[in-house]
């Protein structure tokens, strides 16, 4: 039992949006079009004008919005790239009247707000289900997309693929994983998603997690879920090779997305791609070691 006053959740909210706010990022909505607004931190105003330098758009995974996600990625980047991290449609602040739920329509928007933010080229890095979202980015916007990350992030995903990701998890349904409810199914996710071992954590703060940062617009993102063109699709794999040259980074230990799908992506996509795996990690080694999955990211995204 906690005190309500004390969530951990909103104390440490503030704390990143202080991080974000020191790394020269600040906080807006813009209406990409008279359906969809979308939120972001994007560099101030006066920082693209003073600094040329390269763009870099940060997808985040299914789970809390945005700043929950990449706070190591941006206090490492913002020195060498004006850093975009929007919310994707239904997470955070960003909503949407249009019915459409796919990850194309994901893709359709962010490229939209950078033509709003008039940043003409930039690099995207996805994870997990932002991968989903950065490849069709970089199908889309061949002349846009510079150079693609795709982070934990089962693109070739098949139906045996869910079946089996089900299986491990020992739930029914994929929202009973993703979107969790109660402790014990975040608990579930956690031992997916985390090579550590959190057995510790106590059961009130979950509960705060899930509260905070799980119960917003559950319905859309479960349509989002359900809408995941690459999933619902059957055993075939679509995945058409990209033009731009593209990095995959991988968790040795993932158990969501496991390391075997990354090499069966590396084939499909081509010569253009390459694989980094970080050992001891599973599907958020941008948390579970941000250090080397940095530098990997930072040595591709900089290099020749
Ligand atoms: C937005 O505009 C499009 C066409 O420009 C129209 O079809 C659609 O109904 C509009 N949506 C809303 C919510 O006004
Ligand atoms: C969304 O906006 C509301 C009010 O505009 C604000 O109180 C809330 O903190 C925002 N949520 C996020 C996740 O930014
Ligand atoms: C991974 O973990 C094992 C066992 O804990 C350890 O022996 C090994 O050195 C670790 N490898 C790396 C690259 O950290």
Known sequence: MAPSFLSFVSLYSIYLRRCFATSGLTAQSIDIDNETTIHLWA?????????????????????PSAIWQWRRQVQFFTPYFHVYVPDLVFFGNSTTKSKERSEVFQAVSIAKLMEKLQVKK???LGTSYGGFVAYNMAKMCPNKVEKVVIASSGVN???????????????????????PETATQ???????????????????????????????????KMELLSGLT???????????????????????????????????????????????????????????????????????????
């Open 122 to 124: 930039y690099h995207v």
């Open 186 to 220: 975040l608990r579930t996710l956690t031992r997916l998603a985390v090579s550590k071992r959190l057995n510790m954590i106590p059961d009130f703060f979950w509960n705060d997690v899930v509260k905070q940062l799980y119960s917003e617009n559950r319905e859309e």
């Open 43 to 63: 560099p101030k105003p006066d920082q693209t004008a003073q600094k040329q330098k390269p763009a870099l758009v940060l997808l985040h995974g299914f789970g």
């Open 230 to 304: 690459l999933v619902v699709g059957d055993d075939t794999v679509k995945l058409a090779p990209l033009q731009q040259d593209v990095l995959l980074v991988w968790g040795d230990e993932d158990q969501i997305f496991p390391l075997k799908m990354a090499y069966e992506i590396k084939e499909l996509l081509g010569k253009k791609t390459r694989l980094e795996v970080i050992q001891n990690t599973s599907h958020v080694p941008q948390i579970e070691n941000s250090a080397q999955f940095n530098n990997i990211v930072k040595n591709f995204l900089c290099g020749s």
């Open 157 to 179: 995903m098949r139906k045996a693929d869910n079946m089996a990701l089900l299986k491990r998890a020992n739930v029914v349904t994929i929202e009973e994983i993703m979107l």
